[in-house]
């Protein structure tokens, strides 16, 4: 198995194959997705605990998201049940992932502390606002800055970490190992992906609702509400299947054979 090495071009074309795969059954993927985001904030409400056991949970609901898209890409049925499917190989590796992030997540929240005092550290665990002073002052800015930098490895190693292990049965070292050198590999065609994702999910339609808050500015509140709902509605289950074409194209078994994931 290897990385490929993808141009900037294959990178751009992602979130549209991403709205392809959607496009197979929009209904049940988006059903998929909002029973993750409600299982994850009923989850995250549990006092301690509940933060902890989601960020552990993440790379194998992960899968099971991953799951759904290589389910509509091959033609295969998608019911409601693939949400849990992650969790049905490879989970103590899968858990061991979840605390690995949750610690370096930890570990570059805290080296922030040295520009803000643990100011941006205690707004993003702890539900700390900070007053417009502070945010005015600079260093919890230079403390976000800090911490981006930090975590750009971290979500590399991450990015394709939970297929390898689930698919591949790779090590926990052995799968961030390679989604990290596949990621490095790859920086043109990522690069060009998140630019295309500004584009087309927040430039464009952020023109678009002005325009039409604009032309009637007395129903400003409900336009933005009939525009963002089925905006969100698309953008995300389309996200989740980008993602999943990344690793498609990304990932091939051998030089000369053609680039399809491992079943399950």
């Known amino acids: 198995m290897q990385a490929r090495k993808l141009t900037a071009r294959q990178g751009w074309g992602w979130l549209a194959a991403g709205l392809a795969i959607f ?18 904030a009923v989850v995250n409400a549990v006092p301690l605990l509940g933060p902890v056991i989601v960020t552990m949970s993440i790379p194998a609901f992960s899968v099971s998201l991953m799951n759904a898209a290589r389910n509509l890409d091959s033609g295969r049925t998608l019911d409601i049940q693939i949400l849990f499917s992650g969790f049905r190989s490879q989970l103590k590796t899968l858990i061991m992932l979840g605390g690995l992030y949750l610690v370096t997540s930890l570990l570059a929240l805290g080296a922030s502390a040295i520009a803000d005092g643990g100011m941006f550290l205690q707004m993003m665990i702890g539900g700390y606002r900070p007053s417009p002073e502070e945010l005015a002052e600079g260093s919890m800015l230079l403390a976000a800055q800090i911490a981006l930098i930090l975590m750009a490895p ?9 297929v390898l292990v689930a698919w591949h049965g790779f090590s926990a070292g ?9 990621c490095l590999r790859n920086w043109k065609p990522f690069l060009a992906y998140g630019i295309c994702i ?19 500015p007395e129903a400003a509140s409900v336009a933005t509400t009939l525009f963002t709902l089925p905006l969100v509605f698309v953008l995300a289950p389309t996200l989740i299947a980008s993602f999943y074409v990344s690793y498609r194209e990304v990932f091939s078994l051998a030089d000369d054979e053609e680039t399809r994931p491992l079943d399950a």
């Open 174 to 182: 052995k799968a961030l190992f390679f989604s990290l050198m596949a």
């Open 154 to 162: 971290v979500i590399m190693a991450w990015w394709y970490a939970p």
């Open 198 to 216: 500004m584009t087309f999910g927040g430039l464009l339609p952020g023109l678009v609702l002005g325009l039409l808050v604009s032309a009637i």
């Open 23 to 40: 496009l197979k059954n929009p209904p049940m993927l988006t059903l998929t997705i909002l029973g993750y985001w409600l299982i994850i």
